[in-house]
């Protein structure tokens, strides 16, 4: 097929989908920007994770992420978690549906890789009256609306807010409430073992001083407008980590640490990802990717993958000092 035919088809491929996305929400009148994120990214004629194979019409080589590193990192972070009388079981989270993999009573590792910025996620904004949630109604485009207290679902993201209120500084941000659920669910069939998160985010201590800026992104492309993507590319905000620690421990799972990516790397295979090109997701995101250590019914050692983490800010509330060798 010509280049002229490869765009032409993939501008009929962009178009069916953006149509199938826009009736989605005629049919409802106004949803919210959770359920229009749910079908940008999970729609099943239209979803980016569920059609993705066909929206690639080139690469660019100079922005496509090896994904060697990452994969030789996690692979030694494993290996060194479940040294220790553990199962050798590990469950690998990437998309919606794959924690269902994992059974009651499990042991082992679950590596949830970038894992939780593929959920859908609510955008609330927050004036002197309030939180109100940003809805999309479709009208010729599609429009962002407010929605106030009239949604059922503004009272779980109420709930999940408390927390956080002591710490927003921002009018506009993402929430995530289905990442606290899927948290939940992950940990609550946990018996020993250990969840491995590498995503990008932050703690709360610095999630909720941030403009919010969302990346949409494909594996040619990306923007920071979902609207104009719709049936193109993929939309993620940030992880609110405090949000995951919190929800894990709610269910008997504690916080072994927390590290930077680069530390992660360095920790493990001695490598830094400078040295590697930079993907378009990383490039939209407006933070650096981060990693996360679960732990449940094992007692806590320092792991090999945060064997060093930064010693400034946040990172020292995150991340126990070993006194074990004052025993010998």
Request: proline share 3%; aromatic share 12%.
């Amino acid at each position: 097929m010509s280049p002229e035919g490869a765009v032409a088809e993939f501008e009929r491929e962009f178009e069916r989908r953006r149509k199938i996305i826009a009736d989605f929400v005629k049919q409802r009148g106004t949803v919210t920007f959770r359920d229009f994120c749910w079908a940008l990214l999970y729609h099943p004629d239209a979803g980016y994770y569920v059609r993705e194979e066909v929206e690639l019409i080139e690469t660019y080589d100079d922005f496509v992420v090896d994904r060697n590193l990452r994969e030789a990192a996690i692979e030694i972070a494993v290996r060194d978690m479940l040294c220790r009388n553990l199962e050798e079981d590990v469950v690998t989270l990437k998309l919606l549906g794959d924690e269902e993999k994992i059974d009651e009573g499990f042991e082992g590792v679950v590596v949830a890789n970038e894992y939780f910025t593929s959920l859908p996620f609510h955008i609330v904004k927050r004036d002197e009256n309030g939180e109100k949630l940003v809805c999309v109604k479709y009208e010729g485009d599609f429009l962002e609306v407010e929605c106030g207290k009239e949604l059922k679902e503004l009272e779980e993201v109420e709930e999940f807010l408390s927390y956080a209120r002591p710490y927003i500084n921002v009018e506009k941000f993402a929430v995530c409430t289905d990442a606290v659920r899927k948290m939940e669910e992950i940990a609550s069939k946990i018996e020993r073992g250990y969840v491995l998160i590498v995503d990008y985010g932050l703690p709360a201590e610095e999630y909720y001083s941030r403009k919010l800026r969302l990346a949409c992104f494909s594996k040619d492309s990306f923007s920071h407008n979902p609207y104009s993507s719709a049936g193109k590319r993929a939309v993620s905000a940030p992880v609110d980590f405090t949000a995951l620690m919190r929800a894990a421990e709610r269910e008997g799972m504690e916080v072994n640490g927390m590290t930077s990516y680069r530390y992660f790397l360095l920790n493990t295979i001695g490598k830094d990802e400078t040295e590697e090109a930079s993907d378009f997701k990383s490039i939209a995101m407006p933070v650096t990717m981060k990693v996360l250590v679960l732990q449940k019914g094992v007692e806590w050692r320092k792991l090999k993958c945060l064997r060093n983490t930064p010693a400034f800010g946040y990172w020292v509330k995150y991340n126990r000092v070993d006194t074990s060798f004052l025993d010998l």
